[in-house]
Structures are given as C-alpha cells and as structure tokens.
C-alpha cells in the first residue's frame, strides 16, 4: 500500500496544478475585446490576418497577407506574414492597453 502511495500523492498534485493553471488562463470575457493573429483558408488562398475578438465574436480584422496555395515560396511567404501579423497584434494590444 505504501508503495501506490507516493504516486498518488504526486498525481493529485499535479493534477491540482494543472487545474490551477487552466483556471489562471482563462481569458477573462469581461477584460474587453483583443487582437489575435490568426488564418483562413479560402478558395485555394491562405489569408494571414489580425482579428480582434470578444466573448467569441469576431469585431474585426485586417488582412496582413494571401498567400495562394499553389505558390513555390509558400512556406517562406506564410511563416513571414504570421511574424508580421503576431507584430502587429501586438502593436494593437499596446493601444489599447
């Protein structure tokens, strides 16, 4: 008995720990509205955009990039359009902050 002992201890804690954190992230519904950097895929065209979001409804958004899926430089061209989105998501969250 002693030997299931100290793995159970350490489950529940750190099942305990891990509900802590899911409580501590959860964003907030009335801390306002954010702007996330986020993608779409629409008629064979990958879209790079910010979009501002609250209590699960879209506000707004600006298109960064689209990028078509047939492109040679695909990969290229997306992982710079995300930087430039997740840049100006955060350049948006500093103002409104």
Not at 15 to 22: I, Q, V
């Given at each position: 008995?002693?030997?299931?002992?100290?793995?159970?201890?350490?489950?529940?804690?750190?099942?305990?720990?891990?509900?802590?954190?899911?409580?501590?992230?959860?964003?907030d519904p009335d801390?306002?509205?954010?702007?996330?950097?986020?993608?779409?895929?629409?008629?064979?065209?990958?879209?790079?955009?910010v979009r501002q979001?609250?209590?699960?409804?879209?506000?707004?958004?600006?298109?960064v990039a689209e990028?078509?899926?047939?492109?040679?430089?695909?990969?290229?061209?997306?992982?710079?359009?995300?930087?430039?989105?997740?840049?100006?998501?955060?350049?948006?969250?500093?103002?409104?902050?």
């Amino acid at each position: 008995m002693r030997v299931l002992a100290l793995p159970l201890v350490l489950l529940v804690a750190v099942l305990l720990a891990a509900l802590l954190l899911a409580v501590f992230r959860r964003p907030d519904p009335d801390r306002g509205p954010r702007w996330e950097a986020a993608t779409e895929l629409r008629d064979g065209v990958t879209v790079v955009l910010v979009r501002q979001v609250a209590g699960g409804r879209e506000l707004g958004r600006q298109v960064v990039a689209e990028i078509p899926a047939d492109a040679t430089d695909w990969e290229t061209r997306y992982h710079e359009a995300m930087a430039a989105a997740r840049s100006r998501a955060a350049a948006l969250r500093s103002e409104t902050d």
